[in-house]
Nanobody, 119 residues
Framework: QVQLVESGGGFVQAGGSLRLSCAAS????????MGWFRQAPGKEREFVAR????????YYANSVKDRFTISRDNAKNTVYLQMNGLKPEDTAVYYC????????????WGQGTQVTVSS
């Protein structure tokens, strides 16, 4: 089992920045590919970004590319999402997720952290 706890959400004006953190505990952190997803009110949960266990490969949704950066610190069992140039449409609950690097199913989820961007 892997337990994930997000933090860092909040309220920010358009154009501002936030950094989300996700602390993992349980099984070996380096075994897992880590990701961020988000869900806006009335919408389905959508993929935001993911990073491989070594941090050597990242992938982003087109809507956040060049504005968001995912990173991880394996010594701290933590993954981050730096969000710059925030837009009102980025308003959502952001979830951290983990999956074994050899699989495609996201097995573990955090409880989510709210990000609200005002215009």
């Amino acid at each position: 089992q892997v337990q994930l706890v997000e933090s860092g959400g909040g309220f920010v004006q358009a154009g501002g920045s936030l950094r989300l953190s996700c602390a993992a505990s349980g099984r070996t952190f380096t075994t897992y590919t880590m990701g961020w997803f988000r869900q806006a009110p009335g919408k389905e949960r959508e993929f935001v970004a993911r990073i491989t266990w070594s941090g050597s490969s990242t992938y982003y949704a087109n809507s956040v590319k060049d504005r968001f950066t995912i990173s991880r610190d394996n010594a701290k069992n933590t993954v981050y999402l730096q969000m710059n140039g925030l837009k009102p449409e980025d308003t959502a609950v952001y979830y951290c997720a983990a999956r074994l690097s050899s699989t495609i199913t996201w097995n573990y989820w955090g409880q989510g952290t709210q990000v609200t961007v005002s215009s």
